[in-house]
Structures are given as C-alpha cells and as structure tokens.
C-alpha cells in the first residue's frame, strides 16, 4: 500500500521476480489484486522467461545482515541471521495428519527457486472454504487455484512435492520480505509464520539499521557450469 492505493496478493508475483532478479519492471494490473493464477508462482516464471531479462550494467545493492535479528509471537517466529547466501529454514506444525510437521531449508539461486519453491501452491483447508463460503466469499477459490485439505486427504489430483505446503511457505516469505525493496543475503528462519508475521518483520527489519548494511554486487552471469561472481569491474565489462 502506498498513498491511497492498495494492492493484494502481490507476493507470489513479488517472489518470482526477485527471484529471477528483476530490479526494474512495471506491473500493470485491471483490479486491486494480482491474479492467483494456478495458486503458485509457476506461471509468473513462465511469463518472465517468455518476456526475456536485460541485464543491465550496473551493480545491485543487496541487504546483508550483520546480526541477528528477529521477532515471535505467541509460537510464531521469524528471525534473520548472518549468511554468505540467502537462504530460507521454514517450518510448519498444524493440528492436520497430512501436515503436522514438515521443515526445508533451501539456498535459494534462480534455478532453485524455479524448479523447487516456484511450482508450489497456496493451500486452504475445506473446513475454512466451506464457512467462507457461507458468508459469501472466497466464490473464485477452487482446486485449479489452490490445494483443498479435507479431512483425510487432498481433494486436488495428488501433490506436486510431498512437503508442497512448506514449500509454499518459503514462496510466501520471499514475496513478502520482497517488500524491504532490496535482495537479502543473509539466512531467514520462521517457524509457522504468516503474511501478518512476514510482514511486520519486514518492516522491523528495515527499522533496525544497525543490523544490516547495502552492498553491491554484480549480478552473476550464468555459465553452462553453474554460476560464478565476477568483480564488478569485470561484470559491467561483460555486459
Ligand atoms: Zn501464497
């Protein structure tokens, strides 16, 4: 939100584009809501890849993290560590035998995020559909957008992980720290985490200055052999 406008459901969007390092980029939208499309960030990556990236010659600021920094509530947590990388550990616990527990910890690069995190979707429990739907809303919300938790089991055609949900939840972290405007090296921790929590973390990220400094770094060429860093001087040669 900025000023009088208010846009929702942007991190998924958020998430891809900060995950393929998209500094610069205009979003042009009909409605106050980006679209949830499948309920993943899948076809946000296919729509950028099909657009193309230009790289462009001079270097990005990063947000490296100097010291810890974190913040809960009640038994939710969310905190930020000194890394070389960034990397995301995210845990889920829920009163559901389908997801009681799961945990990832993934360092993410592009490639990463697109074959691990990108493809995994929002999931909703049929319980919440049901009174949602009662009141009226949440009438777009399907299985083609989002995976439906019954009872005993998923209502869609199976999973695209075993642990989609957690997957999921890194997704939403990294379209929601997305918000501090800067990638972030440095190794985000949460455990049962939310929009409401990733959020305001954000915000208190950017308020504890002393804890983090900008850098900035050129942006890794990709070879066939993976990626490598090259000194500034040389990344602005090469583009
Ligand atoms: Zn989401």
Redesign the pocket.
Known sequence: MRDAVQVDTV??LLAALVSLGIDNVIVELNSPEVPIMD?SAAPFIYLIQEAGVKPLASARRYLKVLRPISMSRGDKRIALYPSDHFKVTYSIAFDHPLLRHQSRTIRLTEDAFIEDIAPAR?FTFLKEVEMLRQQGLALGGSLENAIVIGDTGVLNNGLRFDDEFVR?KI??VI?DMALIGHPIIGHLVAHRGGHALHTAFAAQVLEERDAWTLVEMPIEPRTADGLVSLPIKDAIRAN
């Open positions: 991190e998924h309920g929002t999921h997704l939403d379209g």
